[in-house]
């Protein structure tokens, strides 16, 4: 089935420093999401994105649409405590099938 | 608005016991319905989905099984549970078209 590289694994960052991860895929994504999830929690969306080169914007979240259709990143700027979680990428391809997730990025933020 | 909740949200079961986990999803129509499980500090995988009333698909083979009796109610079963089921059990829910999915609060289940 479609597998999501998800980079990186973790991240250990110092508080007010930007983030970037990112997801890339063999096969071609029609929509491209990212989820936060923290402890003991279910995931929470953060960005949906639907178009090819689309740019989007959360807060202080940023998350793009690959102009490849395969690969989406999200940047996080001016890290804070509170932005520890693990980060997951999803893709689909048409509205009836299932999420494909990558296997998330842990950051934690060190004050 | 849509809500979502499943519970318990914390089970501690014997193996080889049964297992019933609920989900419903309130504020929307004909979701689509997942149940995933999350293994401690690992990724989500999917075990179940379903697009409508009786309308269940696998994933993965294993000793669980869903079920939904009505349009936003999403059961997850077992007969007997194994120490590998043990894990953290999420349902959620989606609208077609869109991909964007929502998630319960999460059922921790530890099976000794």
């Known amino acids: 089935g479609q597998q999501l590289n998800q980079s990186p694994q973790s991240m250990f960052i110092q508080e007010g420093e930007d983030v970037s991860m990112n997801c890339t895929s063999s096969s071609i994504f029609n929509t491209w999401l990212w989820y936060k999830q923290e402890p003991g929690e279910g995931p929470v969306l953060l960005i949906a994105?639907?178009?090819?080169?689309e740019l989007t914007s959360n807060g202080r979240l940023t998350a793009q649409f690959g102009i490849t259709r395969k690969d989406s990143f999200l940047n996080i700027s001016a890290s804070i405590p509170s932005d520890v979680g693990i980060y997951f990428c999803a893709g689909q391809n048409s509205g009836n099938t299932p999420l494909v997730f990558g296997k998330g990025t842990r950051l934690s933020v060190i004050a | 608005s849509q809500t979502i909740h499943q519970w318990p949200a914390t089970l501690v079961q014997p193996v080889g016991s049964p297992l019933s986990l609920e989900c419903t999803v309130e504020?929307?129509?004909?979701?689509?319905l997942y149940w995933y499980r999350q293994a401690a500090g690992r990724g989500l995988q999917l075990l179940f989905y379903s697009v409508g009333i009786g309308q269940i698909s696998s994933e993965v083979p294993q000793n669980l099984s869903a079920s939904r009796p009505q349009d936003r109610q999403f059961i997850l079963s077992s007969k007997k549970l194994l120490l590998s089921d043990s894990g953290f059990y999420l349902c959620a829910w989606s609208v077609y078209p869109t991909g964007e999915l929502f998630f319960g609060e999460g059922s921790r289940l530890t099976v000794l």
């Open positions: 504020g929307t129509s004909n979701p689509n």
């Open positions: 994105l639907y178009k090819a080169g």
